[in-house]
């Protein structure tokens, strides 16, 4: 039997790679990015939840139980999906490759089920068809936390959905899921259009949950659709009447918040499309910024084909990875 020898430094460092490769596998290699999306899929609801109340639409300009189950009439004229307006949905969903992806303007999860089969849902709990939620990879701890009632200012807007990654360890994260008032893109909240003041309304509400979190010392992040150019505003948080004016710094005030489409440049989902800058967004809070991956950011839109033949969304994902410690 041959006998193998070692010189006090070799010894030294077989050892040392010996200790390594037991670090290695005690611990395993560091968890990869948290890949983290947003994605308004524009009035998706199941076929048969269509067929249902297709009958039963609400015309514009009418009066509407802002409770009831309805469907806007130009909703129904044009945007009844098919088997391969489903498909093609599901088909980009697979390619945003997203761990969490949160949703605005879906139905609940049989209708996101026609998009992301084979996930975990979290929904608010609204009886209307445009709700708030997330749709979770397969294997991802989570658990779905209560909704953010108050910002549907009695179930008349959207109520923002809630979900906790990894609870309980050391990775745990908060996440909201918000789709704010439409018909403030830009002009100053205390306008006095009615779409603005009720915007400001839920500015309160929004900056509430941010500041209650950062309190308790919870990484999170606010995604979804704000209705809002937030990169377009300028000046201060409130007006001279103390009445909120600038949604942005009503949010981040104390400087708890960084948006992640901070110095990224825009383009429209589709041709056509007029949109000069974002409106649905990932903000983290301030302590996961150093996590943020470099250049992350993506903003992928649709083929020119695909949104011609398809009934796809208005709205195009954003994406961001996340390297959790």
Request: hydrophobic share 45%; net charge neutral.
């Amino acid at each position: 039997m041959t006998r193998i020898t070692f010189t006090p430094g070799a010894l030294l460092a077989v050892l040392a790679l010996a200790a390594l490769a037991a670090c290695a596998e005690q611990f395993g290699r560091a968890p990869a990015p948290l890949r983290l999306a947003t994605w308004n899929l524009e009035w998706l609801v199941t076929p048969a939840t269509f067929s249902q109340l297709r009958g039963s639409c609400t015309r514009d300009g009418a009066p509407r139980d802002v409770h009831a189950r309805t469907l806007p009439c130009d909703v129904v004229a044009r945007l009844e999906r098919g088997a391969s307006d489903f498909a093609g949905l599901a088909r980009y969903a697979r390619q945003l490759d997203a761990d969490v992806v949160a949703l605005q303007e879906v139905d609940g999860p049989e209708a996101a089920r026609l998009v992301f089969p084979d996930r975990g849902f979290c929904f608010s709990g609204g009886a209307v068809l445009q709700n708030t939620g997330f749709a979770i990879r397969r294997g991802i701890a989570y658990r779905c936390g209560p909704d953010l009632e108050a910002l549907s200012q009695g179930d008349t807007l959207r109520r923002g959905a809630e979900l906790v990654l990894y609870p309980g360890t050391t990775r745990e994260l908060h996440l909201l899921s918000v789709h704010l008032k439409a018909g403030c893109a830009t002009p100053p909240l205390d306008s006095r259009a009615a779409a603005c003041a009720r915007l400001a309304r839920q500015a309160p509400v929004l900056s509430q949950w941010i500041a209650k979190q950062s309190a308790a010392h919870v990484r999170f992040v606010v995604l979804g659709d704000f209705n809002r150019d937030l990169l377009a505003e300028h000046g201060a948080a409130l007006d001279a009447a103390g009445q909120p004016r600038n949604l942005w710094p009503a949010l981040d005030g104390a400087d708890l918040l960084f948006n992640t489409a901070l110095g990224t440049s825009f383009h429209n989902c589709t041709p056509g499309q007029a949109h000069t800058g974002f409106i649905d967004y990932i903000l983290l809070s301030a302590p996961l910024r150093t996590g943020l991956v470099p250049g992350s950011l993506a903003h992928p839109g649709y083929s020119a084909s695909d949104a011609w033949r398809l009934k796809l969304s208005d709205h195009c994902p954003v994406r961001i990875s996340l390297q959790l410690s």
